[in-house]
């Protein structure tokens, strides 16, 4: 794991985990509290102002988008989450810009980063579960979103066969995926996911049944439409 893939992945995920005065803490415990309302410190402190400051701080964020200020641009969001957590349109903006923006091909050349920028989406939505008014709904788009991102994913390379070096393997619709030996690249895919497509599916049925066990009345359908994906 480079250098940068940390920082894109899981340092920023710590940052937005907790209000920015406690950002130090880290990520591991996001996700340990009940999923619901989660305002912290800065939040209760200002009360009905935070969420015209966050308002402000998505309007600075904005701004910063434009002027191809990444860092300046991922401070105002963790301001903006770290003063309305509840708000589940915070979350979802950020997690959006980090899948379907920075780790487009257009955009970012370097399969790492872009792979790590879709992680960094998948993870904010989580943190959203964890803290938003609407966690149902969260999880629900974690689930069409790790569909999406598998569509974009190689699928991983398979163990090998009796055929030995060169044989390849067919997966669904037909593809043969070249094992290890004869040098071939993987199908064709601008993520380089872990565990490759299966991966983001199984993540794509897990939160499907977050959803599901959150109330949200469409998780179900979508839970059964995904068992089949692999």
Known sequence: MTRFHTLAAWA???????????????????????????AGPVA????PVAALAA???????TTALRRGELARAH??????????PVSPE????????????????AVEPDLRRRTAFARAGLDVLRQGEARSRDAAGLALIGGDIAVFLAQRARP???????????HAEPLEGGHAVPLEGDGAEPEAGDLDWPGGRSALFDEARASYTR???????DAQERLVRSSALR
């Open 12 to 38: 920023l995920v710590a940052l937005l985990a907790w209000p920015w005065a406690a950002a130090s803490r880290g990520a591991d415990a996001v996700g340990a509290r009940p999923p619901g309302p989660g």
């Open 44 to 47: 209760r402190w200002l009360g």
């Open 55 to 61: 308002s402000w701080e998505w309007v600075r964020w």
């Open 75 to 84: 401070t105002h969001a963790a301001r903006a989450l770290a003063l309305d």
């Open 90 to 105: 915070g979350w979802l903006t950020l997690a959006q810009h980090l899948v379907f923006d920075r780790s487009a091909a």
């Open 156 to 166: 991983a390379l398979l163990p090998p066969a009796a055929g030995g070096p060169g």
């Open 211 to 217: 959803a599901r066990d959150f109330g949200h009345p």
